[in-house]
């Protein structure tokens, strides 16, 4: 499916963020809403992460996250989360090729420990297959939220603490973000939210303290590559000025 050229024409490519982190919602409503069962909603879902993916590669975005599966997602039914965990198995397997054929690197992030063995080891195997792709890091949050991966990175350093390899008063913001999941990945640009929910859900709260936020409507079945231009040209937009205020940022844009 080929996007509207207009939109993608409207976006500034010396402007893009360097980094998109997308938590996709709205699978089961709009299942719902066709009269389908949520996992076809979940099935369908993963076209609209085929459309972004390759819109990042295509505009030449570095780095690509995507809000998979939380750890709170593991309370849902039993049926639903085999399945969901099915689909990650079959998806990971269908795409391989595409991956190495894009030159698009996968990561993942997430206490994938508690992933059923199957699915952790083809995610593993791809990680691995892909390891020295350039293109485009897509990273996958599976079994993720922040307040286990702050709870991770605590436990991190008080083990290299207790070692010796850490002295205590070292410990700083450099540290932290050093022992978080998602290190060495920069911290994302654009966050996108769809469906409709204007709520975090636990996802990337440290990283998240600077990130520009975009909400809509559409439910993440029905996101295209257009639906992700205008999340573009919306963050192309905003003004990012990181505590300073806005003649400092215009007069650094002015030098460039
Ligand atoms: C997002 O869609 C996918 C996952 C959380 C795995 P949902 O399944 O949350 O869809 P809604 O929110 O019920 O519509
Ligand atoms: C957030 O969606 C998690 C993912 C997209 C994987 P949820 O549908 O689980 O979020 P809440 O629970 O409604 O906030
Ligand atoms: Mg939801």
């Known amino acids: 499916m080929h996007g509207n050229i207009e939109l993608k024409k409207m976006i500034d490519l010396n402007n893009l963020p360097n980094h ?22 979940h ?23 995507l809000y998979a599966f939380s750890t709170e ?18 998806t990971i397997n269908d795409e391989l090729n595409t991956l190495q054929q894009n030159n698009i690197k996968l990561n993942a992030i997430g206490n994938l420990l508690q992933l059923p063995e199957q699915a952790r080891n083809n995610l593993l195997q791809t990680i691995h297959a892909t390891k020295n792709n350039t293109r485009l890091t897509l990273t996958l949050a599976l079994s993720y939220s922040s307040h286990w991966e702050i709870a991770a990175m605590v436990a ?6 207790k070692s010796g390899e850490l002295d205590p ?14 290190y060495p990945i920069p911290f994302p640009d654009l966050l996108i939210r769809t469906s409709g929910e204007y709520r975090i859900s ?45 003649e400092q940022i215009q007069q650094k844009n002015s030098e460039k």
């Open 73 to 90: 997602n593991w309370n849902r039914p039993k049926d639903e989360v085999d399945a969901l965990m099915n689909l990650l198995i079959n």
């Open 169 to 182: 008063e070292q410990i700083d913001q450099k540290i932290i973000e050093q022992n978080l999941n998602t």
């Open 202 to 246: 636990n996802f990337l709260l440290y990283q998240l303290a600077y990130t520009e936020l975009y909400f809509t409507n559409t439910l993440w079945p029905d996101f295209n590559k257009d639906e992700f231009y205008k999340a573009i040209i919306d963050y192309q937009k905003r003004e990012r000025r990181f505590g300073k205020i806005s």
């Open 20 to 41: 998109v982190a997308v938590i996709m919602d709205g699978n089961g409503r709009w299942a719902k809403k066709q009269g389908l069962s949520r996992i076809l909603g």
């Open 43 to 65: 099935k369908k879902g993963t076209e609209a992460v085929r459309h972004v993916t390759e819109a990042c590669a295509e505009l030449g975005i570095p780095y690509l996250t």
């Open 156 to 161: 991190s350093i008080a083990k290299k603490v």
